[in-house]
């Protein structure tokens, strides 16, 4: 009787063997971001949020400039960062894809489930992610720091991402964007973190 031929060569072994699990759990995660995110905003949804929606940075300026100018304050639980440091953190990140994220994740993540996220906030036109989560490798933000220095930080930002005509940096998390695309991932970001604020009643 012949012998039962071997399986073995459908089953990847070796130097090859990495590269396709890795590709695989990435599939595996793609697909969980997906079902998660579908669900439940990817499971980020604090209480007492504003849902504020902007479509551009300058949008979101208008209602940064309408808090300042009143007595604006945290809607707890929503964040746990005050006004200020709010302001620096959404800075930071519009100055970054000017110059640079200091610790961007990997390409392979970019390219799969940061895009994959960045896809899904922007047809839902809002983002939903961790508001005490600072950027990877930026500065820790300062609890006791002004509130004015840190709107003239964010302003200049604004003014310069506006006026930029270069190429951009690519994301820390979401990868390679377009003007337009950052336009839309910075307006999310900041409706994202003022949805957290409201003027004092």
Known sequence: MAATPSRSSSVPTGPMASPRRAFLRYGAGLATVGVVAGGGY????????????????????REVERLAS???????????????????????????SLQGFPAPKSALFQNTLGAAAFTLFAQRGRMNHNLAEPIPGAPALDATAEGEPALARLRKAAQDFAA??????????????TKAQYEQAHAMHLANHLSAFDVAG
């Open 42 to 61: 990817l499971l980020y949804r604090p209480a007492n949020d504003r849902q504020l929606v902007f479509a551009t940075v300058a949008d979101a300026m």
């Open 70 to 96: 009143a007595a604006v304050g945290p809607l707890a639980p929503a964040t746990a960062w005050n006004w200020s440091q709010t302001l620096v953190h959404c800075a930071q990140s519009i100055e970054y």
């Open 164 to 177: 930029h005509t270069g190429p951009l940096q690519p994301h820390f998390a979401y990868g390679a964007l």
